[in-house]
């Protein structure tokens, strides 16, 4: 069963930086889509970026240039590195995957961390 666990969250003023883990296990498949979304309270989840088991990575516009997702194949850990936060920022960050390469185009992931929490203040 694959399960994913997020870490790395936690409370940052404007313009600071926080790194995002998120661990797998029990991948039984090799190619895949992972992702990162996020939920403000009130708010729907919205995607933040995605990276296929092809190395390619797409972003959502309000992170373009401040976000970078990446992953550690040897770790089995996903990563989204986070700079110049705003408080616009502030959400519970999720990681997803799904063994559909094109999942982010219809964001219908099939397995879901519980998430961590990003904080920021002006």
């Known amino acids: 069963q694959v399960r994913l666990m997020e870490s790395g969250g936690g409370a940052v003023q404007a313009g600071g930086s926080l790194r995002l883990s998120c661990k797998v296990s029990?991948?039984?498949?090799?190619?895949?889509?992972m992702a990162w979304y996020r939920q403000a309270p009130g708010k729907e989840s919205v995607g933040v970026a995605a990276?296929?088991?092809?190395?390619?990575?797409v972003y959502t516009d309000f992170v373009t240039g401040r976000f970078t997702i990446s992953e550690d194949n040897a770790e089995n850990t996903l990563y989204l590195q986070m700079s110049d936060l705003n408080p616009e920022d502030t959400a519970m960050y999720y990681c997803?995957?799904?063994?559909?390469?094109?999942?982010?185009?219809?964001?219908?992931?099939?397995?879901w961390g519980q998430g961590t929490q990003v904080t920021v203040s002006s």
């Open positions: 990276i296929n088991s092809d190395g390619s990575a």
């Open positions: 997803a995957e799904d063994r559909r390469t094109g999942a982010w185009v219809d964001g219908d992931f099939g397995y």
């Open positions: 029990g991948l039984p498949y090799s190619t895949y889509c």
